[in-house]
T-cell receptor, first 113, second 110 residues
Framework: SQTIHQWPATLVQPVGSPLSLECTVE??????LYWYRQAAGRGLQLLFY??????ISSEVPQNLSASRPQDRQFILSSKKLLLSDSGFYLC????????????FGPGTRLTVL | DAKTTQPPSMDCAEGRAANLPCNHS???????VYWYRQIHSQGPQYIIH???NNETNEMASLIITEDRKSSTLILPHATLRDTAVYYC???????????FGKGTSLLVTP
């Protein structure tokens, strides 16, 4: 079964600083990968998804970017964080081929001050 | 994807069955019903999904009405650890993002 690792678990960053969150997946090959964000008291918002190495689709225009340098590695980045970037960032993995069963990592709680 | 409607909150006594309803009256023929839950400060967890037949696994049972316009997730013997937000999602197996909506906040009490 799939295991999704995310780090760090928590992060406090000043406004204007860069960001790099990493997600790695074990137990499957060629997965669909997703980055979601959950603001405090809100629902999950899809940020990016990827169906393969180097293939990134962005859902919401913002100052974040994503990359997939390896099959089971997904990275979320920012050059300059905003206060509004605070939230709970979740990486998810879905099986290739269209299944909507997604497995989520433990998340990274980001606070921008 | 079709829209779903769930009650915002429900209570259930520990040891009793928790029955969580979901309306999806605009569901189309090729769309599945998925259930996930999110325990506080954790990532969502997949529970179960179905197309038109009832489904059961080690976590829960999913009952889908014959017209497929509504469904019920059943936790047969709720425990305190089942306290979570439960999301009913309708999706066409596109492998695309899931629309989690607001879900139902289930509180299991001793």
């Amino acid at each position: 079964s799939q295991t999704i690792h995310q780090w760090p678990a928590t992060l406090v960053q000043p406004v204007g600083s860069p960001l790099s969150l990493e997600c790695t997946v074990e137990g499957t090959s060629n997965p669909n990968l997703y980055w979601y964000r959950q603001a405090a008291g809100r629902g999950l918002q899809l940020l990016f998804y990827s169906v393969g190495i180097g293939q990134i689709s962005s859902e919401v225009p913002q100052n974040l970017s994503a990359s997939r340098p390896q099959d089971r590695q997904f990275i979320l980045s920012s050059k300059k964080l905003l206060l509004s970037d605070s939230g709970f960032y979740l990486c998810a993995c879905g099986l290739a081929g269209g299944s909507d069963t997604q497995y989520f990592g433990p998340g990274t709680r980001l606070t921008v001050l | 994807d079709a829209k779903t409607t769930q009650p915002p909150s429900m209570d259930c006594a520990e040891g009793r069955a928790a029955n969580l309803p979901c309306n999806h009256s605009t569901i189309s023929g090729n769309e599945y019903v998925y259930w996930y839950r999110q325990i506080h400060s954790q990532g969502p967890q997949y529970i179960i999904h179905g197309l038109k037949n009832n489904e059961t696994n080690e976590m829960a049972s999913l009952i889908i009405t014959e017209d497929r316009k509504s469904s019920t997730l059943i936790l047969p013997h709720a425990t305190l650890r089942d306290t979570a937000v439960y999301y009913c999602i309708v999706s066409g197996h596109s492998g695309y993002a899931l629309n989690f909506g607001k879900g139902t906040s289930l509180l299991v009490t001793p």
